[in-house]
């Protein structure tokens, strides 16, 4: 609970000012009020303590008490830091420190000052409403103040200045007898000097003021004046100030005044005060002080710097010298100085009125106080919006992508531009940019403005000068990166979404960004984003000059909106401009953090840096950045590269080739055709597809027609997966009672339970030299093709032009099905067949359509392929009127092939949704990366994951196995004594990174000491004299 009758004083560090005065009167008659002293200096707690007053410092184990129970916080100013502990509970008592003439508060003009007053104003402003009372002199003041503070008629208080009420002859905190300690007698006339600081001019500032010392001290010491020198606390350290206090301090005629003493306890014995703009003028004249000299040696540089609310030379009196000759000539004649008595009492009662009207102002200051009612106004809140990546962001994620676009606009275009400018244009830019901002900030004394901003307009021109460029050149490279802004701006959803949020529950939001691009084309940006981002308030550094990063576009915006909320809140990217800098005014910064391209999408985009690689790159990178999932970043943005690119290709040369319906065949066919289904979809290209089972073990033997092909023995053929004899059957296509009558003497291969390379070989020749099984070959053959014949007829139209969709091979299994075809066929037919590469090429009627001639191996395809709920078909069989295939169902990793089915399609659509210079170039560049990126990095850990651990059988009748299983403890430790281990991995660095880490060191150290020893004992056994003696002689003999 808050006790009222507890009132903590303050006026910063020192014991001076109206809170000192009004202290001093409530410890002196009103009892009933507990009053406590408070600041951070020692000293001054102690001197207040050592008068018998209650003091404190501010942090102290009793203060901290008291500031839980006082109910007065008593100031002399706004303050900058209200203690927490008031919660919103105390009243602030401001009486202020001084009437005047200058703008102050929220109408400050000093920069300096500007950001401190605005800063506590959004921290404070709703408690400066709720919670202060504030001290008026007269009307004029009230008017001033209100407005300067932004004051409701209840916060008022109207009486006059505790520190001109106060009768000094009460109290003295110091020696007054100023005369006698300088040796003076009565008759000295004390002179005054308090000029107001200068934060423009703050380290020479007493050197033009007073520009001569001897000089002045000659009319001081020839007129009988003492002269006391009073500066602002903020300009006490000016080195001439110090260099004549040093030098004069002791000099009869001239007092350095301690700020530590309150000028105010000596006002009566003032007889002339010489002011410049300070508003302690007001408070000498209060005091009885009659005469001045209005030394204004700067007054045109002060006016052009300052703005004040009141005409000067009127709202103030004295004769006004201006040069400092002047002013010795003023001083000179001191008692000729006229005093002017009507003026003298207007001014008074303009800023004074009511300290005239009240007989005791104290108490009505505290009467006014003690009945006074804490508020509960609750002011609107601020909310701005940074714009580039907060609310929109660009297809490119980074800005440099606009400067590719801008270059390969040009490449395309008809243009005498320098082909060095357009070829190095991104690099061009970004040097011009860098160059103008580097010149705004070192020549701001010889530019035409203060703006802190750079124009869009200024880069360009700096292109032009140094490439000495025409008008319409200059005016093209300007206009390209404009259509290049406009195109690629696209909203951030998310902030987007907060922001409609607020707007439909009125509340005010702002958007305030620093931007070198002009106002219009902003304007154009958001009204394509969302037209209702262009009615809101629009602050931009182009327009105005400032800067968010330099924190004067917010100071421009607390002004502009006459700033009136309880709390300002911000969104923002940039941790600068948008965090830190804000954080400091007291501003609620909301931070996000943009997305970056990591170090997969940066290889993409590095690869072949283009505008539609930026494009591609950001798409994926806003993929990962909405999608957490591993295994489907996986799959958008690696096997996308694999096969998106390619089937695109089919398909726009399918149609070029006025190809009607495209066949995808089981297994790879269905991943393919569902990849060229969603392409169709979304192009809207008028083409089929149907998707048809077949395979190796399907077609091959049924296309031997006359003969049995020779390629059906060859490395590549039928015999290359044998293990053991039940492989053997398959491979050879018979039963063992067959066999038995037809390779009698292999019956011993029946007990191998494992195949040695020359048994795999003797088989093979076996059957390539053997009549007899060929002829009975040919016989099945024969049987089995009815029913392939039945089953192609029923699927395919054999009316119109169409072409089969594969991936890579040799080409062999295609070469038998143009056979089935052209069996069925009355007529020749060209069987067209698609593929990323095959090693054939175009043989009689089998024709090849090549993507690529790239030779990266593509055999790891065939684990992503195989990937699927069933086998290869191994053949058809009827049911009822129709053929089908037979299928055999597997084990398969579900998790991958669903997300492939998700994933896939969407990045198709947002692929093909994004507006590309060239997307011919788009899809071979990423398609070639893919496959390449595989190869040289087996140790990706995307790879790793989700890859290796595939199973596959890529020669026909293998079992299949993993493509990079792990290596086991037991294996390395083998591998460690020096045995031959076979690995059965297809690369060898992917089953290592899947390794356990101790396997992974174990290889390290076998390559990094066992294998190096064992090639150094060799290389030494060679270089013996004897053993090369030895191989010489033996090479001689042969």
């Known amino acids: 609970m808050r006790n009222k ?67 007065v916080f008593v100031v002399h100013q706004v303050k900058e830091h209200i203690p927490v502990k008031f919660e919103n509970e105390v009243v602030i008592l401001n009486l202020w420190h001084g009437v005047g003439i200058k703008p102050i508060e929220r109408f400050v003009d000093s920069p300096g000052i500007r950001y401190r007053t605005y800063k506590k104003y959004i921290k404070y402003n709703e408690m400066y409403h709720n919670n202060q009372l504030f001290l008026v002199t007269s009307p004029l003041m009230e008017q001033h103040f209100t407005k300067m503070l932004n004051l409701d008629e209840d916060q008022i208080i109207r009486a006059g200045y505790p520190a001109n009420m106060f009768n000094k002859a009460e109290f003295r905190s110091f020696d007054h007898s100023i005369k006698r300690h300088k040796g003076l007698n009565a008759e000295t006339k004390v002179v005054l000097y308090a000029p107001t600081f200068r934060d423009y001019k703050m380290n020479n500032f007493f050197g033009e003021a007073i520009p001569d010392m001897a000089k002045l001290l000659k009319i001081l010491k020839k007129n009988n004046i003492l002269l006391i020198i009073k500066l602002h606390y903020l ?47 007001y408070d000498m004249l209060a005091s009885g002080v009659k005469k001045f000299i209005r030394y204004i040696y700067d007054y045109d540089k002060y006016m052009e710097n300052r703005t004040l609310v009141y005409d000067y030379k009127e709202k103030t009196s004295g004769v006004i010298v201006s040069s400092f000759d002047e002013l010795l000539k003023a001083l000179d004649q001191i008692d000729a100085i006229e005093i002017n008595e009507k003026k003298s009492k207007e001014i008074i009662n303009e800023f004074w009125q009511y300290d005239q009207d009240d007989k005791n102002g104290f ?40 400067f590719y676009y801008v270059k390969d606009k040009l490449l395309r275009m008809s243009t005498d531009i320098p082909i060095y400018v357009i070829q190095n244009y991104p690099r061009i830019r970004i040097q011009a940019e860098n160059y103008v901002r580097d010149y705004y900030k070192k020549a701001e004394f010889i530019r035409d403005e203060k703006r802190i901003e750079i124009r869009f307009i200024d880069i360009i021109n700096r292109i032009k000068n140094i490439h000495e460029l025409t008008d319409d050149q200059a005016q093209l490279l300007y206009n390209l990166e404009i259509e290049a802004e406009i195109a690629n701006v696209e909203e951030k959803k998310d902030k987007i979404k907060v922001l409609h949020k607020l707007l439909d529950s009125y509340q005010d939001v702002i958007l305030i960004s620093d931007m070198y691009l002009p106002k219009e084309v902003i304007l154009e940006m958001l009204y394509q984003v969302d037209p209702r981002l262009t009615e809101l308030p629009l602050y931009l550094s182009s327009d ?18 006459k700033y009136n909320y309880s709390e300002w809140i911000h969104y923002g990217d940039n941790k600068h401009a948008d965090f830190n800098v804000p954080k400091k005014l007291n501003i609620k910064p909301i931070h ?61 040369k399918a149609i070029k080739e006025n190809i009607k319906t495209l066949y995808f065949i089981s297994r790879d066919g269905e991943l393919l055709k569902k990849i060229a289904d969603e392409i169709i979809s979304v192009k809207g290209y008028n083409i089929k597809t149907k998707y048809i089972y077949g395979s190796r073990k399907a077609w091959r033997i049924p296309s031997f027609i006359n003969e049995v092909d020779k390629e059906f023995f060859s490395p590549f053929g039928n015999f290359t997966g044998l293990t053991n004899f039940d492989s053997t059957l398959r491979a050879l296509h018979i039963s063992e009672q067959e066999f038995d009558e037809i390779f009698p ?63 890579w091979g040799r080409g062999y299994t295609q070469d038998c099905l143009d056979r089935l075809l052209n069996n069925i066929s009355n007529q020749t037919i060209n069987t067209i067949f698609f593929y990323a590469r095959s090693i054939y090429p175009t043989v009689g009627t089998s024709i090849r359509y090549n993507y690529t001639s790239k030779m990266t191996s593509l055999i790891f395809i065939e684990s992503i392929f195989a990937n699927m709920p069933y086998q290869s078909i191994p053949g058809y069989r009827r049911n009822n009127n129709v ?39 788009v899809e071979r560049n990423f398609y070639d990366f893919g496959v390449e990126y595989f190869k040289n990095n087996p140790e990706d850990d995307f790879i790793v994951e989700f890859f290796a651990p595939l199973k596959d059988s890529v020669i026909l009748y293998e079992p299949e196995i993993e493509y990079a299983p792990a290596i086991s403890y037991k294996m390395a430790s083998q591998k460690l004594l020096g045995k031959k281990v076979p690995l059965k991995t297809k690369n060898k660095r992917m089953s290592l990174k899947r390794s356990p880490l101790g396997v992974q060191k174990a290889y390290q150290f076998h390559i990094k000491y066992l294998k190096n020893r064992k090639s150094k004992i060799i290389r030494q056994f060679l270089n013996n004299r004897v053993i090369k003696a030895i191989m010489k002689l033996k090479t001689i003999l042969k």
Not at 35 to 55: E, I, P
Not at 630 to 645: A, E
Not at 893 to 909: G, R
Request: overall charge positive; charged content about 30%; proline content about 2%.
């Open 5 to 71: 009758k507890i009132w903590i004083f303050n006026a910063t560090n020192d014991f001076v000012g109206n809170p000192k005065w009004l202290f001093i009167y409530v410890n002196k008659y009103r009892k009933d009020i507990d009053a406590y002293w408070m600041c951070d200096n020692v000293h001054v707690v102690n001197y207040v303590k050592s008068l018998g007053f209650n003091a404190e410092l501010f942090h102290s184990k009793k203060a901290e008490k008291i500031k839980s129970v006082a109910g």
């Open 235 to 281: 300009v006490k350290n000016d080195v001439n100030f110090t260099t004549a206090k040093k030098m004069y301090e002791n000099h009869p005629n001239i007092l350095f005044w301690d700020n530590k003493k309150d000028i105010y306890e000596i006002f009566d014995q003032i007889d002339l005060g010489i002011l410049d703009y300070s508003s302690i003028y």
């Open 363 to 402: 108490e009505k200051i505290i009467d006014t106080t003690l009945k006074f009612g804490i508020k509960k106004k609750q002011l609107p809140k601020l909310y701005s919006f940074d714009i580039f990546d907060t609310l929109i962001q660009r297809k490119t994620l980074r800005p440099d992508g606009i």
């Open 544 to 561: 105005i000059g400032n800067q968010k990063s330099t924190s004067t576009l917010y100071l421009d915006v607390f002004e502009d909106l």
């Open 592 to 652: 996000h953090t943009i997305t970056k391209f990591n170090g997969y999408e940066n290889k993409i985009l590095n690869r072949n840096k283009n505008y539609d690689t930026f494009l591609l790159t950001t798409q994926i990178a806003r993929f990962r950045e909405n999608d957490k999932s591993r295994l489907n970043y996986y799959v958008y943005s690696y096997i996308s590269s694999y096969f998106i690119p390619y089937v695109s290709w089919s398909i726009k």
């Open 745 to 807: 003497q292999l019956k011993h291969i029946k007990g191998c339970s494992e195949f040695t390379k020359s048994t795999k070989e003797l088989i093979r020749v076996s059957a390539q030299n053997n009549n007899k099984y060929k002829k009975l070959l040919l016989k099945k053959a024969h049987e089995e093709r009815k029913i392939v014949n039945d089953y192609l007829i029923q699927e395919i139209d054999f009316n119109e032009k169409f072409a089969f969709v594969e991936y």
């Open 883 to 921: 053929v089908e295939p037979v299928i055999n169902f597997k084990n398969y990793n579900k998790q991958l092939y669903d997300a492939m089915d998700k994933i896939l399609p969407l990045f198709i659509q947002e692929f093909f949704n994004n507006k590309y210079i060239d997307e011919d170039e």
